[in-house]
């Protein structure tokens, strides 16, 4: 594995390409070399199994396959010289931090973060020194919206929903919207995808058109088990799918009991 007195190869995990640029153009110099950046995990894997890098800075959520697949196949690999994983997240629920670290990562860090202290984790990870994996500075107590948000998407990571679709962006807002006013569930056509519409600039036809495609991506991905396991009860098979609307209200229930 890499040391500090040569440079130390990277490569970048993330689908946000400003992200990955502007880690790129700060990480670069005579220390550290980012040889390659990635938008999904799946070209990211094939790329390691050709060529040798020191560090894996991913994202969590990311097309294809998430983040805690990716160290998965990182460290079932036959790779002779596995790089050191450090998970850079907007997630920074503890829930997702455990399940990271224990899928491998040597470090968990926030978005967004300071490049000096990111500098610092990589230094540390690859000379092997007790680097404590614990994510740091995270408040006990965060805003709704935030818990929210990730409440969310540790749902759509669960069910299989990938985060490059346009549908993942509508129904999320659309569980937001049925969170905070359960009524609009009973007005979808006529409230909620235009409410949506507006807010993206698009059509309301084209809104429930894409939160249909997202709810189909997940079950034609076969992860009817973790469906069911996340509500508590055998809700569908894989033949059946919901509406949009028992979907959207499916999870706007759960969140509610929960405490959303």
Not at 121 to 128: C, L, P, S, T
Not at 216 to 239: C, Q
Request: net charge negative.
């Amino acid at each position: 594995m890499g040391n500090l007195c040569e440079e130390t190869k990277i490569i970048l995990v993330d689908n946000n390409e400003q992200m990955r640029n502007n880690i790129k153009s700060q990480l670069d110099g005579e220390d550290y070399k980012v040889v390659a950046d990635f938008f999904d995990a799946v070209t990211a894997l094939e790329f390691l199994k050709q060529n040798e890098v020191d560090v894996v800075i991913t994202d969590i959520v990311l097309p294809n396959i998430d983040g805690y697949e990716f160290m998965e196949e990182i460290n079932k690999s036959d790779m002779p010289n596995k790089p050191k994983i450090l998970v850079l997240s907007a997630l920074s629920n503890d829930n997702f931090v455990n399940k990271a670290l224990n899928y491998g990562a040597d470090y968990y860090m926030v978005k967004p973060c300071d490049i000096n202290v990111l500098k610092q984790r990589i230094q540390e990870i690859v000379d092997g020194g007790n680097t404590d994996k614990s994510i740091t500075n995270i408040k006990s107590i965060r805003p709704r919206n935030r818990q929210l948000e990730e409440k969310i998407t540790n749902i759509f990571i669960t069910v299989g929903i990938p985060a490059h679709i346009k549908g993942y962006q509508f129904l999320r807002e659309a569980i937001k919207m049925a969170i905070d006013n359960p009524e609009i569930i009973n007005s979808i056509t006529k409230k909620l995808y235009p409410s949506i519409a507006e807010r993206f600039e698009t059509t309301a036809s084209k809104v429930e058109r894409a939160i249909r495609h997202a709810i189909e991506v997940a079950w034609n991905r076969g992860k009817i088990e973790n469906i069911n396991a996340l509500f508590g009860i055998r809700v569908y098979s894989n033949n059946e799918k919901p509406t949009n609307g028992e979907f959207i209200a499916l999870v706007a229930d759960k969140m509610l009991i929960e405490g959303a």
